[in-house]
């Protein structure tokens, strides 16, 4: 039950953020799955295994390909579905811990603030070169009449 209404409130809170930007409204609903799945893996392996920057890498991975898969989908942009979905994984709080640690004179608890953020910020975006990645070598492989495809695009300079 613990759970259900964590993935319920980052649905709510991705959809929320997406009004919020203007993303149009036959994304809202596919926007805020995405973040919640993006979510979900980042809890699952932070609870079972461990470790905030592989469980954002995880996060940012599933966004980005569920991303790829939503924007084929709706036939929209990519970063319509990016954007709202990464709300749930953005480091606020230990972004908060590190600025009140700095304004109080804690220098050494704001330093260490401050590597988190930057590991987990860093982490989210080579999610997304990852997911991007991913995205790309899985176009240029054909997997259906391979021997068609080839006939057809091998004087393709794109691919």
Do not use: C
């Not at 709510?12 to 995405?34: D, E, H, K, M, Y």
């Not at 991303?67 to 908060?96: C, D, E, H, T």
């Not at 991007?132 to 070598?137: A, D, P, W, Y």
């Amino acid at each position: 039950m613990h759970l259900f209404i964590i993935l319920v409130s980052t649905y709510v809170a991705t959809v929320a953020f997406s009004i919020l930007i203007n993303i149009p409204r036959q994304a809202l609903n596919l926007a805020g799955i995405v973040g919640t799945l993006g979510f979900l893996v980042y809890w699952l392996y932070l609870n079972f295994v461990g470790g905030y920057v592989i469980a954002n890498l995880l996060g940012a991975v599933v966004i980005g390909i569920a991303s790829m898969q939503a924007a084929r989908f709706k036939k929209m942009p990519m970063i319509l579905f990016n954007i709202p979905s990464i709300v749930p994984l953005v480091p606020g709080g230990q972004a908060y811990q590190m600025v009140k640690n700095f304004a109080f004179g804690n220098s050494q608890l704001g330093i260490k603030f401050m590597f988190e953020v930057i590991m987990i910020a860093g982490a989210i975006a080579f999610g997304f070169i990852l997911a991007e990645s991913f995205n790309k070598l899985r176009l240029r492989i054909p997997t259906r009449n391979a021997k068609r495809w080839w006939k057809e695009n091998r004087k393709n300079p794109r691919l």
